[in-house]
C-alpha cells in the first residue's frame, strides 16, 4: 500500500466563491453573473495529482519550431468581451473550472481539469461528462476554434480529474469553457488561461536528455535505489541515458511511490508496469526516484536539506520537472515523443508508446 509523507507544505491556488454578482448583489447562490476569484488555499488539493518539485525552477526549454503569439504584439489585453477577468470564473451555476495542468504550452496539449462546487470540494465523477471549449482569445473571444471532450481519471485517490487533448495553436490568452452535465442539468463556466511559448520540460521532437540514474540488477540493489513496494526489475536495468540511446522506444518515469507528496505516484507507476508488460523487450523503461534518497535502520529515507525539504536529484532540473510524477514517452531515435504530468490513463500511455514503435518500424 502506498502512503504520501508530506514534508512541507504544499500549496495551490484554489477557488473561493465570491457571490457578488452585478450592482453588488448578495446571493446565496450563482447567478450568470457570479464570479469566483482563484486564491491560495495551503491544505484542499494535497493528494489531488500533482507534488510541486522544491528547487530553482529550469529555463523554459523552447520547440525546434517557436509557435506564434495568438496577439500580434505578443501580449494579450487581458479583457475579453464576456469574458471574467483572468484569475477568476464566471458560472451560470454552481461550477469552478480548476485547471491542474502546472504549464499550458502551445502545440500537442494535455490538459488537466477537475471541478468545484462553492465549498471548494471536489465535483469531478466518471457520471459527470465534460466538454471543453476553446476560444482564441485575441482572434476571436465569442466563436471556439474547438471544442473536445473530456476523459475522466481516477488516481485511486478519491479525487478524480477530466483529461482533454487538443491543440493549442498559439502562446497568449485562451478562453476556456467548460460544461458540466450534472445529474440536476448542464452549468457551463469560462475561465481564461495564460498558454506559454515554452514550457520547462523538453519540447516534444527535441532530443531527451542523457541523464544519469542509477542501475541495479539485484532485489537488494533495488531496495537502495527505489521505494516500489513491488518493484518491475527491468525498470532499473538500464540508466535514462542508456534508455534514451538504446536504438528503441523507452518510456522515463520521474515518481516516488513511498514518498509521493500526492499519493498519485504509486497508482501510477503500477498503471506503467501494465502497459510495459505487453510490450516486452521491444521497448525500454526506467523508473526514477526523483529525490535524494539514503538507506537507514528504517529503510530507505529521504535526504533532506537544512529547512526539511526533499532535494530533487541532478536529473529533475536536466528535464525540468515543475511537479512528480511525471512520465515521458522518447521515441527510437532518442527525442520526446510525449509527456504526461500527474496521473495517467493506461490508454494514451499504450497510444503513444505504439506510435513510437511504428514510426520505428517505418524508419
Known amino acids: 500500500m502506498y502512503r504520501a509523507c508530506l ?3 504544499f500549496s495551490a491556488p484554489v477557488a473561493t466563491l465570491s457571490t457578488a454578482g452585478e450592482g453588488g448583489e448578495q446571493a446565496g447562490a450563482l447567478s450568470s453573473a457570479a464570479m469566483t476569484t482563484l486564491v491560495r488555499h495551503p491544505a484542499l488539493l494535497i493528494g489531488l495529482l500533482l507534488a510541486t518539485v522544491a528547487g530553482t525552477p529550469a529555463a523554459a526549454q523552447a520547440p525546434a519550431s517557436p509557435p506564434p503569439f495568438c496577439a500580434p504584439d505578443g501580449s494579450g489585453t487581458g479583457s475579453y468581451e464576456g469574458w ?3 484569475g477568476r470564473a464566471q458560472a451560470d451555476g454552481e461550477l469552478i473550472p480548476y485547471i491542474v495542468s502546472t504549464q499550458l504550452v502551445a502545440g500537442p496539449a494535455r490538459i488537466l481539469i477537475t471541478l468545484l462546487n462553492a465549498e471548494n470540494a471536489i465535483t469531478a465523477a466518471p457520471d459527470v461528462p465534460v466538454t471543453l471549449a476553446l476560444y482564441d482569445l485575441a482572434a476571436d473571444p465569442a466563436t471556439p476554434v474547438a471544442t473536445v471532450e473530456g476523459s475522466f481519471i481516477d488516481p485511486g485517490t478519491g ?12 502562446a497568449g490568452d485562451w478562453g476556456f469553457e ?3 452535465g450534472f445529474p440536476a442539468g448542464p452549468v457551463t463556466a469560462k475561465v481564461i488561461a495564460s498558454v506559454r511559448p515554452a514550457g520547462t520540460t523538453p519540447a516534444i521532437g527535441s ?12 532485489p537488494e540493489e533495488i531496495a537502495l535505489i527505489s521505494t516500489d513496494l513491488s518493484p518491475e526489475p527491468s525498470f532499473y536495468r538500464s540508466t535514462i541515458a542508456q534508455a534514451v540511446s538504446s536504438g528503441k522506444p523507452s518510456a522515463i518515469l520521474f515518481g516516488t511511490p513511498m514518498f509521493c507528496q500526492t499519493g498519485t505516484c504509486g497508482p501510477t507507476i503500477e498503471i506503467l508496469k501494465t502497459v510495459a508488460a505487453s510490450f516486452g523487450d521491444a521497448i525500454e523503461v526506467v523508473h526514477v526516484e526523483p529525490y535524494r534518497l539514503r538507506m537507514t535502520e528504517a529503510g530507505l529515507q529521504p535526504e533532506l536539506d537544512a529547512d526539511g525539504r526533499l532535494q530533487p536529484i541532478p536529473a529533475v532540473f536536466e528535464w525540468g520537472l515543475p511537479t512528480e510524477p511525471y512520465l515521458f514517452v522518447v521515441d527510437a531515435e532518442g527525442r520526446v515523443a510525449a509527456g504526461f504530468e500527474g496521473v ?5 500511455v499504450r497510444a503513444a508508446i505504439v506510435a513510437a514503435l511504428e514510426d520505428a518500424a517505418a524508419s
Do not use: K, N, Q
Not at 479525487?159 to 498559439?170: I, M, P, S, V
Open 7 to 9: 514534508h512541507r507544505p
Open 84 to 86: 471574467p477577468v483572468p
Open 159 to 170: 479525487r478524480g480529474l477530466y483529461r482533454f487533448a487538443t491543440e493549442l495553436r498559439c
Open 178 to 180: 467548460v460544461t458540466a
Open 207 to 218: 532530443d531527451a536528455p542523457r541523464s544519469e540514474s542509477p542501475v541495479a540488477e539485484t
Open 344 to 348: 495517467i490513463g493506461e490508454d494514451e
